[in-house]
């Protein structure tokens, strides 16, 4: 990781508001256990971008991203989703919208929280399935294994008997 995210430093030093690139080393950096430097690029992004920084799509979604892996769910939640409203991170933001609401500890296992005392909210299921029907949409593709396996895992987060069996077939 140590050259990629060399490389990804020196284009973000030179184009602050390159918003994929940003994006990738905050992903690079949370792998490389050095999340604790994605702060100083943000910042570099919000000083540099032409526009008000919260009407930045790639600069709320690259937050929005940072927020997530720093367990900050529902700050996460607010950024990603005003970067679901630009086609250029809709089904990226979705995505991560989606794994935070069926898992909103990155730390925690996510089949493990099964076996939690804590009852997943139904309002969060529900927000699930939404947000996979836009994301299905946003694709634009016939079948993507990872909506069903969202799919499934939100089902089985029902608890219910009939639920997990048709989440299992």
């Not at 284009?11 to 792998?31: E, Q, V």
């Not at 919260?54 to 979604?61: I, K, M, P, Q, V």
Request: positive net charge.
């Amino acid at each position: 990781y140590k050259d990629a995210t060399f490389y990804y430093q020196a284009l973000l030093d030179k184009k602050p508001c390159n918003y994929t690139a940003l994006g990738k080393l905050i992903f690079l950096l949370r792998r490389a256990g050095r999340l604790r430097d994605a702060p100083r690029y943000i910042a570099a992004a919000e000083k540099a971008c032409s526009r008000a920084p919260d009407r930045e799509a790639g600069l709320r979604f690259c937050r929005g991203t940072y927020y997530r892996w720093i367990s900050k769910p529902q700050d996460a939640l607010v950024e990603l989703n005003y970067a679901r409203r630009d086609p250029d991170f809709r089904a990226e933001a979705l995505t991560h919208m989606i794994e935070i609401y069926l898992n909103p500890d990155p730390n925690a296992g996510g089949l493990d929280t099964l076996d939690s005392t804590t009852e997943p909210s139904m309002e969060h299921l529900r927000e699930v399935d939404t947000l996979i029907k836009e994301l299905s949409v946003a694709q634009k593709q016939a079948w993507n294994p990872r909506l069903k396996v969202y799919q499934c895992q939100s089902l089985m987060f029902t608890k219910q008997k009939g639920n997990v069996e048709r989440a299992l077939n």
